[in-house]
C-alpha cells in the first residue's frame, strides 16, 4: 500500500475486509497508536497488518495511522462493518465537524462521496501548512494533533452533544497541558520546536495567550472519559519527557495533572515509562529533537526525497523487467504449444505492461527523471504498468 498514490483508500478497505480485526477494543487500538507513535503527535510506524512495498515516510504513517484509527473506532461502534458505510459516516463527521471552511474543503464534503475524495480530505487533516513550522524544519510537517479527530469520532458515533464544541474542548485542554508543562521546567530550544509544533496543529480554537489560563485544571475533572484522560496524560508526559528528565517541579506537575485526571501514581508511573521507551528507542528518528542548522536540515530532507524516489522506482523497474522474463518464457513455448487460457491472460497483459513502460523507462532515465516519474505518476496513473500501481487490487 502506497499512502502518497491514488487508490490507497481503497486498497486500505481491501486489506481489512472481511478479516477478523487486530484489536479487540479500543483500548488495544490506542496502545497499537502509541507505539506507533500517533498518540505523541510523531509517526514512526503503522499497523503490523499493513505491508508496504517501501519505508514510508512520517506523512505517509500519519495518514495509515489516522484512516486505521477512524475505521477500527467506527468498527468497535458498529456492528455492520461495511467499508463503504464507514466513508459515509467519515464524510459526515467532518461536515458536522465543520472542518470545510474552504471552497476547497467545502466542494469535497458536499460532492460526490468517494474513497479519492476521501484521499484528499485526510491530506488536509495531515498537512500543516505553517510557514513558520515549515522553515524552521525544511520538511513536510505532519499534524500532531490528530488523535483527536479519533476521540471527537467516538463522540460523533455515540452521539452524545455537539461534536465541534467536544472537538474545541480536546483542543483546549490538550494546549493547555502542553504550555504549562512546558512552563514548569527550564525551557530549550527544543521545548520551543515542540510548542510550535502543537501550536501549528490546532484546527478548532486559535493559539493565543486567552486560551492558556489555571482554570483548564478545574475542567478536567469529571468532564471527559477514561480514554481521553489517557491521551490527556500521554501528551503531559511527552512534553516533560522531551528533555529525557524529571526533576522534582515536573513530577509534581505530572502527578497533580493524574490525580485530576482520576489516574492512580501507578497509572502515571507506567505512561512515563512508555514515553521513556519511545524517546529510548526512536531518540534519533524524531525531527524535533533534531538541532541541525537550516543548512543541515535542509540537504537532510531534500535527501530522503531523492533517496525515497530512487528507491522506490528502481525497485519497481526491476519488479517490471523480471517480470518480463516470464513473458519470454511464454512467448517462446507458445511457438511450439498451445498455451492455456491464463498462460494467455498473463501474455497479454505482460504485454501491455511493456508497452506502457516505454515512457516510464524514458522519464526515468532522464536527467533527474526519478524526481520526475512520481509526478507522472500522479498525472498519468492509468498509463503506468501495473508494478508501478502498489494500491492496485487484483
Known sequence: MNPSGPGWIEKFGHLVKGG????????????????????????????????????????????????????????????????????????????????????????????????????????????????????????????????????????FLEREGPIRQHAQNLEYITINITYHALSSKEKNRKDERLAQLFASSLTFIESTKEHFDASYREKLI???????????????????????????????????????????????????????????????RIPHLKDHNLAVQFYDSMSRIVNKLILRNSKRLQKELSESKELVYLLSKSTVKELSPVEKKKVQSQLIDIFKSIPSLAIFMLPGGAVLLPIFIKLIPKLLPSSFDENRVE
Open 20 to 155: 477478523d480485526s487486530p484489536y479487540p477494543d479500543f483500548n488495544a487500538l490506542y496502545e497499537a497508536l502509541k507505539d506507533a507513535g500517533f498518540i505523541y503527535g510523531i509517526n514512526l510506524g503503522i499497523p503490523h497488518f499493513i505491508e508496504t512495498e517501501h519505508p514510508l515516510s512520517e506523512d505517509e504513517m500519519a495518514k495509515t495511522n489516522l484512516l486505521s484509527g477512524l475505521y477500527f473506532t467506527y468498527k468497535f461502534h458498529r456492528s455492520d462493518c461495511s467499508f463503504k458505510n464507514f466513508l459515509d459516516a467519515i464524510f459526515r463527521f467532518y461536515k458536522e465537524l465543520d472542518v470545510g471552511s474552504t471552497s476547497f474543503l467545502h466542494k469535497i464534503l458536499t460532492g460526490k462521496k468517494t474513497s479519492a475524495q476521501l484521499e484528499k480530505l485526510i491530506d488536509t487533516r495531515v498537512y500543516l501548512e505553517d510557514n513558520v513550522i515549515s522553515k524552521t524544519f525544511n520538511s513536510v510537517i505532519t499534524n500532531s494533533l490528530l488523535f483527536i479527530d479519533i476521540l471527537t469520532f467516538r463522540k
Open 222 to 284: 469529571n468532564q471527559f472519559d477514561k480514554e481521553e484522560n489517557q491521551y490527556f496524560l500521554d501528551v503531559a508526559c511527552l512534553t516533560i519527557w522531551e528533555d529525557q528528565s524529571l526533576d522534582y517541579l515536573e513530577s509534581e506537575f505530572i502527578y497533580g495533572i493524574g490525580k485530576d485526571l482520576r489516574l492512580s501514581p501507578e497509572h502515571i508511573s507506567d505512561a512515563l515509562g512508555d514515553v521513556t521507551r519511545f524517546f529510548h528507542v526512536h531518540a534519533n
